[in-house]
């Protein structure tokens, strides 16, 4: 099916967009992604990578499809390789790295925050048991903490309901 939000393009653009397959969907998830709090551009790049050919994109051409500096482009893959969203592979023979998605980031990002909700929980409990005099804090604490004890234990089954899923396919 052809994509008419071509039409408005120069020449240098469509080029791009040769070369560059997904673009508009990929810059709308990447809006998405920062309209819930990630950095503009980190979002931009890990939404190219997932668009990326097979053997990911360097640097040079993750700037050149998004149109955007080399400088742009190492923060926001600093950024990303802290996550574990993206990681850079050297290829015998190439001068130049590659940097693509890493295969299902967001499960391993899940089940590794698991600690930090219960320590989260057990700190919010102590602020609970300083306020027994202050109702509201105390229990605005207690809500809280209960809310990552829940959130917790819903996001280990979620990640075991995920692999059970993948197992079936």
Avoid: C
């Amino acid at each position: 099916m052809p994509d008419d939000s071509t039409e408005s393009l120069d020449s240098t653009d469509l080029e791009t967009v040769a070369v560059h397959r997904g673009i508009e969907p990929a810059e709308k998830a990447a809006a998405m992604m920062t309209a819930a709090g990630m950095p503009r551009m980190p979002a931009r790049v890990m939404m190219a990578l997932i668009a990326a050919p097979e053997d990911g994109y360097t640097a040079s051409e993750l700037g050149e499809r998004l149109g955007v500096s080399a400088a742009a482009v190492s923060g926001a893959v600093r950024y990303l390789q802290q996550l574990h969203f993206v990681q850079r592979r050297s290829r015998p023979g190439e001068r130049r790295d590659r940097y693509e998605f890493v295969h299902d980031p967001f499960t391993s990002s899940i089940a590794g925050n698991m600690p930090v909700y219960s320590r989260l929980s057990a700190y919010i409990d102590e602020i609970a048991a300083a306020h027994t005099d202050d109702q509201g804090a105390h229990d605005r604490a207690v809500e809280l903490a209960e809310f990552f004890r829940f959130l917790s234990a819903r996001m280990l089954r979620i990640v075991d309901d995920w692999h059970e899923q993948r197992r079936d396919i």
